[in-house]
């Protein structure tokens, strides 16, 4: 999506990071955005994790019926976008 920023981590270094965590047993990677909702139409997925700033339908797939937990984003300070100014600031404001 070109209006999102550029990620810091790769896909490979992101993927590493998720299966450290004692809960994910698989990551799955895609290319496209109709490669991803045809992931997601097969059935074979039966619930999907979205960030509670999605909650007003503005992702993608919002129709395919998924069920969904939705991850509060305010009970914590972590963000990616946060992390890319913080670093941008650091660089250019000294």
Do not use: C
Not at 12 to 26: C, F, S, T, Y
Not at 67 to 76: D, G, L, Q, S
Request: charged share 30%; glycine share 8%.
């Amino acid at each position: 999506r070109s209006w999102k920023m550029t990620p810091i981590q790769s896909v490979e270094d992101r993927k590493e990071i998720l299966l450290a965590l004692r809960d994910v047993d698989e990551v799955v990677t895609y290319e496209t955005e109709s490669e991803f909702l045809d992931m997601l139409d097969s059935g074979e997925y039966h619930l999907r994790f979205l960030g509670d700033d999605y909650d007003d339908g503005s992702y993608s797939g919002v129709g395919i019926g998924l069920p969904i937990v939705w991850i509060p984003r305010k009970e914590h300070e972590y963000s990616t976008t946060r992390l890319k100014n913080l670093i941008y600031q650091s660089i250019h404001n000294g």
